[in-house]
């Protein structure tokens, strides 16, 4: 490829407590280390879930 953008990547992560049966907050070690990938949004980005 010519450096042209050829293909990208959205993840959305959700954790589950088997045992409330119900979506919680991540413990905090696992979401600081999935904050630190988090990217800035290129400009060429759609929109954004927001909650």
């Known amino acids: 490829m010519d ?3 050829v293909a990208t990547e959205e993840i959305m992560a959700l954790h589950v407590d088997q045992q ?3 979506a919680v ?3 905090k070690d696992v979401a ?3 904050a ?3 990217e800035e949004v290129p ?3 759609g929109r954004a879930i927001s909650g």
């Open 3 to 5: 450096g042209a953008l």
């Open 25 to 27: 907050a991540f413990p």
């Open 32 to 34: 600081a280390s999935l």
């Open 36 to 38: 630190a990938e988090v």
């Open 43 to 45: 400009d060429y980005a």
């Open 20 to 22: 409330q049966g119900r």
